[in-house]
């Protein structure tokens, strides 16, 4: 397998920041939901948050690697034979995607860069990750409604993640499943491609 894409397949690169990104933000949309059930006074609660903080910014910079390898890398197509409106709600799917998994993370970035007691991001207990400078360095009046906001902006793309996602998964089984093509194939390592797209 070549690190590149291929018209047949994506190369070893697209599917190693593929399988990166899908495990840490299903993990991250866990550890999210379950630390909103958590009381405040939990004493696991501040290693559930940081964690999951250094998983989102994790998710961010493989998103950004992923985004640049896409722009220098063209995906192989889908299927001539697939329907048009099944391509372009495939495609407008991958973009919001690509959308969520790079502002998710940066929303809660900046959620956390204005919050009222700027606590430390300690990135897995290595090294402590900067605040977003411009938003840490405002007053606390000026930081608070940011914070709401922010926070508004978080839980909504989390959310439509947690929709997304399993639409994602779907269309993937739909075409292994249903349609019988390669289209799941091509991003599984090893796998067999019977025929170009």
Same mark, same amino acid.
Request: positive net charge; contains cysteine; hydrophobic residues 50%.
């Given at each position: 397998?070549?690190? $590149?894409?291929?018209?047949?397949?994506?190369?070893? #690169? &697209?599917?190693?920041? /593929?399988? +990166?990104?899908? %495990?840490?933000? @299903?993990?991250?949309?866990?550890?999210?939901?379950?630390?909103?059930?958590?009381?405040?006074?939990?004493?696991?609660?501040?290693?559930?948050?940081?964690?999951?903080?250094?998983?989102?910014?994790?998710?961010?910079?493989?998103?950004?690697?992923?985004?640049?390898?896409?722009?220098?890398?063209?995906?192989?197509?889908?299927? $001539?034979?697939?329907?048009?409106?099944?391509?372009? #709600? &495939?495609?407008?799917? /991958?973009? +919001?995607?690509? %959308?969520?998994? @790079?502002?998710?993370?940066?929303?809660?970035?900046?959620?956390?860069?204005?919050?009222?007691?700027?606590?430390?991001?300690?990135?897995?207990?290595?090294?402590?990750?900067?605040?977003?400078?411009?938003?840490?360095?405002?007053?606390?009046?000026?930081?608070?409604?940011?914070?709401?906001?922010?926070?508004?902006?978080?839980?909504?793309?989390?959310?439509?993640?947690?929709?997304? #996602?399993?639409?994602?998964?779907?269309?993937?089984?739909?075409?292994?499943?249903?349609?019988?093509?390669?289209?799941?194939?091509?991003?599984?390592?090893?796998?067999?491609?019977?025929?170009?797209?």
């Amino acid at each position: 397998m070549t690190a $590149a894409n291929t018209l047949k397949r994506y190369g070893s #690169v &697209a599917m190693t920041f /593929h399988w +990166l990104i899908a %495990f840490a933000v @299903i993990l991250n949309i866990c550890l999210g939901l379950y630390m909103s059930d958590l009381p405040r006074g939990d004493p696991n609660l501040s290693f559930i948050l940081q964690t999951h903080k250094s998983i989102g910014l994790t998710v961010l910079v493989l998103s950004l690697g992923r985004l640049g390898w896409r722009l220098a890398n063209p995906i192989p197509p889908l299927p $001539a034979t697939m329907n048009p409106l099944l391509r372009r #709600v &495939a495609r407008g799917t /991958h973009y +919001l995607l690509y %959308f969520l998994i @790079i502002f998710i993370p940066l929303s809660g970035w900046a959620l956390v860069s204005a919050s009222s007691h700027v606590t430390p991001i300690v990135w897995f207990g290595l090294f402590q990750w900067p605040h977003i400078p411009f938003l840490a360095d405002l007053p606390h009046a000026q930081r608070a409604p940011l914070h709401r906001d922010f926070d508004f902006v978080h839980v909504y793309l989390a959310w439509s993640a947690i929709v997304l #996602v399993p639409i994602h998964i779907a269309g993937a089984l739909y075409h292994q499943f249903v349609r019988g093509d390669d289209v799941l194939k091509r991003m599984l390592p090893g796998a067999r491609i019977s025929k170009v797209a």
